[in-house]
């Protein structure tokens, strides 16, 4: 099938990048502003994935467990290095909470998916771990950056209702269970809207990518199933751990809200 | 007996410029079953010293003990359902004033369900219009919302209640009869700690008089003996200034 793959060669990037200049011109040609950044990020874009492209190369050749490791550990501070970058408000214990979260969270649910559902073999496999790992990765720090910083607003404005429920005599959990949930639910929005809107607003990447390789559609789409179903849980998961830990961080050990 | 004894309460939170001091070695005992007032200007430290009292906040320094046992050693959902503390500005949940009321005890399925003689009971100490009780809470009036606040916390059977200006935006005969439903309680062993800057008020209902300003509790006596002080001292010109400020709002 991948003989059918129609090669992108060099000149044919240029000429996908010629839309890039395109727009840039129009945008400075219109004197909206922003075109400077539009070509950084772009080349930023550029200069990221052939990066990545000839790194993948190398760790699939090698194909060793240390070095798909490295690659997952990379990937995992750098998810945490953004949601940090997103979270204005961020709750005590922060990156040790996250970190934890996104370890336990991503991980099991990435081990399940490859070992359990794909049957990967060996478990390490690179050409499958590191693409699956790093869509879960990625859709669950947005789930991440928007649980935390919903619960931190929501806990500092909200100290009035804990504190009242508290005096009623309700733990730490009873008082902000209406908070955890209202969180819970912002941080699945996009994992829901995206599943909501899968295959009739737009054909998902994943997908478009494997058909695009040759492989055929029903296929494509059954690992597109399967991976939101993935992204879904581990989301869901991160999410959950992330609140579960989260808000115990906001009460000291006599239960009081911490001022 | 004392209900509580606070022995050197010490309290800061940190300020713009360095740790600002809310309570200053303050030692005090409550007596139970009294109603006890702490009065003077703002920011002297009464809200402070009520939020201590079930473990909202903890102290720097110094201890606090209740029924003769360190608050350290109670178990804090177990004294804030014996230690009942309403804020001045009530804080009402989703649902009617019935809803509201009830809230607490969902909490605490030990005890046993509120009737509607128990309703109507609550009603009456805390001088909330049982009619009221379908309404939504978030339509009340402040005033009514102070109460149904009032009517929740005793409805979970408090020893001590914790009140910071109860009759805040209650008109004069519905604070005079508030403060009888209060006198009842006392009588009946409940102990009564509150801040009021309503000395009239405070005249007519407090057993125990504590004045307090700028985190330091400058004196404690019998109410009698509090209000038959001259103005020669801060004290007696602070008491004499609530009076003539009374005088200008009425």
């Known amino acids: ?259 | 007996m004392n209900a509580f004894e606070l022995q050197h309460i010490c309290r800061a939170i940190p300020g713009d410029e360095g740790p600002q001091s809310l309570l200053n070695d303050v030692t005090v005992c409550f007596e139970k079953g009294l109603l006890h007032a702490l009065v003077g200007p703002s920011g002297g430290g009464k809200t402070s010293l009520l939020r201590l009292l079930n473990r909202l906040d903890a102290p720097d320094a110094g201890t606090v003990s209740y029924a003769g046992r360190d608050l350290g050693c109670w178990e804090p959902r177990r004294l804030r359902r014996t230690v009942a503390f309403v804020p001045q500005q009530p804080h009402i949940f989703p649902g009617t004033a019935r809803d509201n009321l009830l809230f607490g005890l969902r909490f605490h399925p030990d005890i046993v369900p509120t009737d509607q003689q128990r309703l109507s009971e609550l009603c009456a100490l805390s001088q909330f219009p049982p009619d009221l009780l379908s309404k939504p809470a978030e339509k009340l009036s402040i005033g009514q919302q102070q109460r149904l606040v009032l009517a929740r916390a005793l409805c979970l059977e408090p020893e001590v209640l914790l009140l910071d200006e109860p009759g805040s935006a209650l008109d004069r005969p519905t604070a005079e009869a508030l403060g009888r439903s209060l006198r009842h309680l006392c009588r009946r062993s409940v102990t009564i700690i509150l801040v009021s800057h309503d000395l009239e008020w405070v005249r007519n209902h407090a057993d125990q008089v504590l004045f307090m300003e700028a985190g330091e509790l400058k004196l404690q006596c019998p109410a009698a003996a509090f209000f038959n002080r001259g103005v020669e001292d801060r004290i007696g010109r602070f008491i004499a200034g609530q009076k003539e400020a009374l005088h200008h709002d009425g």
């Open chain 1, 1 to 259: 099938m991948t003989g059918d793959l129609l090669q992108l060669n060099m000149a044919d990037l240029g000429l996908a990048y010629g839309l890039v200049l395109l727009s840039a011109a129009l945008v400075r040609w219109q004197g909206y502003g922003g075109s400077g950044g539009l070509l950084r990020a772009s080349l930023r874009m550029v200069v990221q994935l052939l990066a990545v492209g000839y790194l993948l190369e190398g760790v699939f050749a090698l194909r060793h467990p240390l070095a798909v490791a490295a690659i997952l550990a990379v990937m995992g501070l750098f998810a945490l290095q953004v949601i940090g970058s997103r979270v204005q408000d961020k709750m005590p214990y922060f990156y040790r909470v996250m970190a934890g979260a996104l370890l336990v969270g991503c991980g099991l649910v990435t081990w399940f998916f490859c070992v359990g559902v794909v049957g990967v073999e060996p478990w390490y496999e690179p050409r499958y771990l590191i693409p699956l790992a790093g869509m879960i990765v990625g859709n669950s720090m947005n789930g991440a950056a928007l649980a935390a910083e919903r619960l931190a607003v929501q806990i500092r404005r909200g100290g009035a209702e804990i504190e009242a429920a508290l005096c009623l005599g309700a733990s730490p959990r009873q008082a902000v269970a209406p908070l955890l949930g209202s969180s819970f639910r912002a941080a699945m929005i996009p994992a829901t809207n995206t599943m909501a809107a899968m295959g009739i607003v737009a054909l998902p990447g994943m997908m478009t990518g494997q058909i695009l390789s040759g492989t055929a559609p029903i296929i494509a789409v059954r690992y597109q199933i399967a991976i939101m179903c993935a992204i879904t849980g581990a989301v869901a998961l991160t999410t959950l751990l992330i609140l579960h830990i989260g808000y115990r961080s906001y009460f000291t050990a006599d239960q009081r809200l911490k001022s």
